[in-house]
Nanobody, 114 residues
Framework: QVQLVESGGGLVQPGGSLRLSCVAS????????WSWYRQAPGKQRELLAG???????NYIDSVKGRFTISRDNPNNTVYLQMNSLKPEDTAVYYC????????WGPGTQVTVSS
């Protein structure tokens, strides 16, 4: 079955940047669309951004202009470049296939705090 492993999170000050990575194994990565999600404490998981197999991206309004999703098909990896981070971006970040999601990976914690 498909396995997802996210990485790249950490503690960053407001205004800082992070680049998240998600490696998908046991899948024909290039044929699928992928998305990034996040879940803050006490909140539901929310969809942030998506990228089609042709590289077309879309974002929710709260991250548009700050976050950039990209993909590296030969390495089965989807990235999320996050700039101008805010405390409200603090959450566990996940990737998944979208549509037809698979089992969630462990996620990577992002904490934005001074």
């Amino acid at each position: 079955q498909v396995q997802l492993v996210e990485s790249g999170g950490g503690l960053v000050q407001p205004g800082g940047s992070l680049r998240l990575s998600c490696v998908a194994s046991r899948t024909v990565f290039s044929l699928d669309a992928w998305s990034w999600y996040r879940q803050a404490p006490g909140k539901q998981r929310e969809l942030l951004a998506g990228i089609t197999r042709d590289g077309i991206s879309n974002y929710i309004d709260s991250v548009k202009g700050r976050f950039t999703i990209s993909r590296d098909n030969p390495n089965n990896t989807v990235y999320l470049q996050m700039n101008s981070l805010k405390p409200e971006d603090t959450a566990v970040y996940y990737c998944n296939r979208n549509p037809f999601p698979v089992a969630w990976g462990p996620g990577t914690q992002v904490t934005v705090s001074s």
